[in-house]
């Protein structure tokens, strides 16, 4: 096994565990924001920016990890069909 294949299955681990990371922040954003619409309304607006900024960032997390298994994958089957 290469360099370049092990240092792909740790850049797509590292994408995959930053995702996971960002679905837990978007449970807590929401909690924030249901707990500020009760005790402090006029603060709403707040809790809906940190929770527009962790769904962004999961959108460019999910993106990246898209683009980065779509490249493996067009390297498997560049290896699969490849002329003998």
């Not at 909690?31 to 707040?46: L, N």
Request: with cysteine.
């Amino acid at each position: 096994m290469s360099d370049f294949s092990v240092a792909r299955i740790m850049i797509g681990s590292l994408l995959t565990c930053l995702v996971l990371i960002n679905i837990e922040e978007w449970g807590s954003a929401i909690d924030k924001v249901d707990k500020v619409s009760r005790k402090a309304p006029h603060e709403v607006q707040y809790a809906l920016t940190d929770l527009s900024l962790v769904a962004l960032c999961g959108i460019i997390l999910l993106l990246a990890l898209t683009i980065f298994f779509l490249t493996y994958l067009a390297d498997i089957l560049r290896f699969i069909f490849r002329k003998k």
